[in-house]
C-alpha cells in the first residue's frame, strides 16, 4: 500500500490522476473503520489532510457558501451554525466530539452512504457538489451525485472539492432516528427546508433508500397546497392535515430494506411522523420570524428531534 | 514507512509504519505508550482519544501518516512531573475508576472539555463525554469526577 500525501489542490488532483485507485481519506472515520476491519485493502491511501484549499469555507458575493471538502463538522457547528442550519443541526448528530472533530462533509458525499447524516439537509437545501480532477470541474446537484449503496458520479480520477451552498431565506429542520442521542447510524433520518422565496420546499430522506433521495412529488405537493391557500403570504398555521399528508408522501417516496438497525415498515413509519413534525416546526418558525431565518449568526435551533 | 511526530512534547520516530495503519496502533505497538487503549477499532468506544493538534480525536480513526509531523497528546502527557493532573486526582478520589479500560479516553475528553468550559453543565458533560463508553461504573461516578475536577480547575 502506498501513503500518497499531497500539499495543495493541484498536487491531489495530479495524484488522483496517477493513482485512480488511490483512496481518499479526509477525517478516516468511515475510511479507517474499513481498514482496522480488513473490509477493504486499497492500492493507496490518498491523505487530504494537507491539502489548505480543502479546510476552508467562503462567502461568494451572493451570498452562496462553498464549503470546502475537509471543512470538519465541529467547524460546520461552531462557524455555520447559523447560517446553515440545516447541515448543522445534521452535524450535531454526527457521532460524538471526537467523530466530528475529524468527520468531513466532503467525506460524507465520498463514502455515499445512504445513511450519510448530512445528505438529507444537503438535500433538501438543494446543494450541489463540486468535484474536480485534472481535466476541470463539474457542479453535481446533490440530488443527482447518488448513484447506488456506497457509490456516486465520482470518475476514478475526480475528487470532491468542495459542496455549495446557498444559506437559506426561510426555516431548515433535521430529524433522525436511532436507538439512542450520541453514536448512532440513522435507522432513517428527514432533512427540510422551507424556501418563501421560490415558494419551495425541499425534502431530503435518509436510510430509507439505496441511496439518499429527495421526495420531489412530496414536495411539490406541499408547495402547491402553500401557494393554493396562500398560506405563504398569510402565515396562518399549517393544517393538520396538510402536515399529515405531506408525511404519507415523504413516507411514499422511501424504499427501506429490513436490516440490523431496524425494519422498512418501522422506517416508513418513522420517515411519516419526521416529515409532519418537521413540516411544522418548521412551518411554525416561518409565521413568528421575519424571512432571513439563520441568518443572524446565532444558532438558537435545536437538534433534537 | 517512517514517520516522525511529537508525542507528549517529545520528537519521535517510527519505522516499518504499515500505511494503513492507525495512529492508534504506532503508538501502543511502536512508541511504546499503551495507556491510550484499543477496544473498538472504529471510533465507538473513546478508549483509544487522543490529542490531535490540540484536538480530541479517535487516534483508531487517524492514520499513522496522518499524523506525520503533528502534535499528538496521550494520556501519559497529561500529568506534570510526578504530580496527577487535577482531572485524574479527581478520578481516584471519585472511584471513577472499576476495570479501567475506559479510563485514558474518559480523562481526555474530560480535560478538554473542562479547558473549554471550565463550568460545565450536567448536559454538557453529558454531550462532552458521548462518545466514551464505560462498561462498569454506570457513569455515576465518572460524572461525580467531572465536576469535582471542574471545581478544583476553577480555584
Known sequence: ?????????????????????????????????????????????????????????????????????????????????????????????????????????????????????????????????????????????????????????????????????????????????????????????????????????????????????????????????????????????????????FGRRVRDAAAPIDDVRGSAAYRLHALSVMARRAATWAWDAYRTDDGNDGNDGNDHRSAAA | MRIELTVNGTRREADDVWEGESLLYALRERLGLPGSKNACEQGECGSCTVYLDGTPVCSCLVAAGQAQGREVTTVEGLREGDELDPVQQAFVEKGAVQCGFCTPGFLMSTKDLLQRNPNPSDPEIREALAGNLCRCTGYEKILDAVRAAAAVTQR
Open chain 1, 1 to 245: 500500500m502506498d501513503f500518497l500525501a499531497p500539499t495543495s489542490w493541484a498536487e491531489a488532483l495530479e495524484t488522483k490522476a496517477a493513482h485512480p485507485d488511490a483512496l481518499p481519506v479526509a477525517g478516516g472515520t468511515d475510511v479507517m473503520v474499513e481498514l482496522n476491519f480488513d473490509h477493504r485493502r486499497p492500492a493507496a491511501l490518498l491523505d487530504l489532510n494537507r491539502v489548505p484549499e480543502l479546510q476552508e469555507w467562503s462567502r461568494a458575493d451572493d451570498g452562496r457558501i462553498r464549503l470546502g471538502a475537509g471543512v470538519t463538522y465541529s467547524r460546520v457547528i461552531a462557524e455555520l451554525g447559523g447560517t446553515l442550519p440545516g447541515l448543522a443541526m445534521a452535524a450535531r448528530t454526527v457521532g460524538s466530539p471526537q467523530i466530528r472533530n475529524r468527520g468531513t462533509v466532503g467525506g460524507n458525499l465520498g463514502a455515499a452512504s445512504p445513511a450519510g447524516d448530512s445528505h438529507p439537509a444537503l438535500l433538501a437545501a438543494f446543494a450541489e457538489v463540486e468535484i474536480a480532477s485534472v481535466r476541470g470541474t463539474r457542479v453535481v446537484p446533490v440530488a443527482d451525485f447518488f448513484t447506488g449503496v456506497k457509490r456516486s458520479v465520482l470518475e476514478p480520477d475526480e475528487l470532491i472539492a468542495a459542496v455549495r451552498i446557498t444559506p437559506p431565506a426561510g426555516p431548515q429542520q433535521f430529524c433522525k432516528i436511532g436507538t439512542r442521542n450520541a453514536m448512532v447510524i440513522a435507522v432513517s433520518a428527514f432533512g427540510f427546508a422551507l424556501h418563501p422565496d421560490r415558494r419551495e420546499v425541499g425534502t431530503g430522506i435518509g436510510s430509507a433508500a439505496p441511496t439518499p433521495r429527495p421526495a420531489p412529488e412530496a414536495a411539490a405537493f406541499l408547495a402547491g397546497e402553500l401557494e393554493a391557500a396562500g398560506l405563504w403570504d398569510s402565515r396562518s398555521p399549517l393544517p393538520e392535515g396538510l402536515a399529515t399528508e
